[in-house]
């Protein structure tokens, strides 16, 4: 180990010279523990008792950054991550030159950092001076406390000020003038544009087609090349194409390009794994919780059918893409006899009282096969709610069409039986007229729509979700789900950290009024089902590998009805992920709070 490093390493441990000191020390590894453990026992006690004066928030913070700290050094987290953080650390300080040890990465500095600045009660969240309407009661207080929260609201403004919503004038005229270029290519009329299968028959399936309607980097022609060759599904609707600035570099359109056009590692990383074994692509483990062809279940009251398994664009990070086809594959469709199959296991399953339709995009399918599987449903007594998962909304509004939406209203019966829509917009750029019109056919006959948001890097800056939400609610839609993008490799590119996650949700969207923030912040645990990140209890930080990325230890939502298993799972860096921020622009330090969530 070079001398450098391990020289970091004590100045890092310098925060708590009695670690320090343990940690140099002749005593074997276990002696070490130990000590470290009565000495985090000895602070933690110090910090409560003892000095009464620390404001309760930062008593809190200690509080858990110790308890991460035991945590990471116990025998079971190091067994469950099948690595030794202790050891490692124990080995830069004294193993350098006789063995080889991994070199530790700026990220695992910079958590170990703030891990053990957060022990040392010197986390640096808070201003220094506490705010001054609590140093008044009555009147005086409150007239302070609202210039604090009005304060507050303003600095959230700076952010939000920053993205752009599709809904905005300049967007609406950048949008009308995509439009039109699109159209002169295609020597179609605005009459075709509004009919959805024109845009699927006219949907973008190779680099040089999409060359010539929009700019594109280097690296997305080169992708898009790439993919076609090897057969990877890729498409956008030329509406959705719309959506996109003529010229990148902006920013403005990042979260959609990102969301249709792949990078070359994702490719890359396709690629590799379907040279092995393309069900490892499988990250959800689907196939271990598909009873039968077409259906999968999690929960005990909900199963999902999927009649169709293509949509009418790809979005590069679906957690199906290992099983999604083509836009226009012909064998995407579940067959008749396994559709029925399909739905006889729902009609003899009577625990099942809700069933999500999905795929694949359900209103892919004629209104006249969707007609009929809605009555197929509807004619099973214990089936009393119906969601259709569709992005349609988002990419292909002309799909819903007044006719489609007669074919599925008359199911929903007050009382009886609930239809929903769940989609999934992914960015407030992606707001327009038409997708708000196609929202607002629904609503106007009492069918609600929700939103399943995918938190990307892409949608991650700050307050950029709060936005999000904000114009949903504008349009007439409610926020479902955020969930952690999934752990897949091909996808590395738009993971955010779990931390980012809870930061958003407790800084940002608490911010929101409670009828705006109405979504939940879940990491999909494969096979288990979702696991609530807002509540602490239900996950834990075990260790810290030498790239610095965090192992969770997540619990199933049955916790305390079976005795499942937990799931353990690596997430990507902090260190990273910010300096990915930063190259695009952004101030860290706005962020940094970011180190004390576990
Ligand atoms: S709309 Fe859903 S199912 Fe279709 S490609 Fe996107 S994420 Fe996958």
Redesign the pocket.
Known sequence: MEIRLKNKLLRILNQIPPLKEIMISDDDLEEKRKKIRKLLAKRLISTFDDTPEIPSLKWVLTRDAIGTFRRIISNRSETLSEFSFLKYMNDIIHEGKKNKVIKPSPDFFAELNHLLRGISGDADVYPKSIPSFLKYKGVKSARLRSASLSKMARDSEKFIDRYSCGLDDDAKRRRYNNKHRILRYFKATDFEWTNWKWQLHHAIKDADTLKNLVNLTEEEYHAVQLARKHRIPFGITPYYLSLMDYVPGKGRDNAIRAQVIPSMHYINALLEHKAHDESSLDFMLEQDTSPIEGITRRYPRIAIIKPVLT?PQ??V?????WE?EDIHSHSAALSKPKLDKALDWIANTPEINEVLI????PFLLSNEKIENLLFKLSRMKHVERIRIGS?TLV?LPQRITETLVKDVIHFHIPGKREILIVT?FEHPYEITQQSMDAVQKFRSHGIEVYNQLVYTFYNSRKFEASLLRHKLRLIGVTPYYTFSAKGKEETEDFRVPIPRLLQEQQEEARLMPGTVRTDEVVFNVPRLGKNYLRAVQHHDVISILPDGRRVYEFHPWEKKLALVDTYVYTDVSIYNYLKRLQSYGENISDYNSIWYYY
Do not use: S
């Open positions: 949509c790809i979005c990070y679906c957690q199906r893409n999604i999905t795929g694949g995009d992005r990419t999934h």
